[in-house]
């Protein structure tokens, strides 16, 4: 049976990565929350170019911040923190959405299932049936990890969950190439392909009603498409 730490109690091999932009309207409630049940972890944000109050709510909490002075990505931002976890000598990073819809409550399975599972990543699976899940996140959720499950050679059931533990001593993210969204469903695909051995967990997910995504639709289906097409080939 695997031993889950005590929310209070930080572990020095993990680190916790926020990857934010333009975050501010969730950001504040979030890190309270987050400090409230797991205080004196080590987290580092990302801020990817934010023009609003993000950078403030960072400093008034006091978290280890890197910035990119120019929107980059989100794959860029989790680059940044993880390339930054790994050279601080950290063995797993848990990479954590700012906009409030991963609760840190799961924070101590992703923990107990890295520990013990001798997975490569860890994956969050969202619960697609909660109540305030927008349908349509559903469907193309629904789709795009059947498409990623087809070209990882293994089922997967939430491709897009950002909520997950990464092997920092992997060099499947390593050799990612993409920087924004695509990041993500670029490490599944990579991951799979070689081989690599992928644990997925439940994780409860928050969608207020003012819920908004950074996805742009036409530009990030086809820079989805590219991926998929270019896989082919590794």
Wanted: proline share 3%; hydrophobic share 35%.
């Amino acid at each position: 049976m695997a031993t889950t730490l005590s929310p209070t109690r930080s572990d020095a091999t993990f680190v916790l990565i926020i990857p934010v932009h333009n975050e501010e309207n969730a950001l504040e409630a979030f890190l309270s929350l987050l400090m409230r049940t797991h205080p004196g972890w080590s987290v580092i944000a990302v801020d990817d170019g934010s023009c609003d109050a993000t950078p403030s709510i960072l400093r008034t909490h006091r978290i280890e911040t890197l910035r990119h002075e120019q929107n980059q990505g989100k794959g860029a931002a989790l680059l940044s923190g993880l390339r930054a976890a790994q050279k601080k000598g950290y063995s797993w990073a848990i990479t954590l959405d700012g906009d409030g819809q991963h609760h840190p409550g799961h924070i101590d399975d992703f923990v107990a299932h890295s520990r013990d599972s001798g997975a490569q990543l860890v994956l969050g699976v969202r619960q697609f049936r909660q109540r305030g899940m927008p349908w349509h996140r559903q469907l193309s959720n629904q789709l795009t990890s059947l498409l990623i499950s087809l070209g990882a050679g293994q089922r997967i059931h939430d491709s897009q969950c950002g909520y997950r533990a990464y092997d920092l001593s992997s060099d499947v993210w390593q050799s990612c190439r993409e920087r924004g969204f695509q990041f993500e469903s670029e490490v599944l695909l990579r991951l799979g392909k070689s081989g690599g051995k992928m644990e997925e967990i439940p994780v409860s997910t928050l969608y207020p009603d003012d819920s908004k995504s950074h996805i742009r639709l036409f530009h990030d289906t086809f820079a989805f498409l590219r991926l998929l097409i270019r896989s082919l080939t590794w």
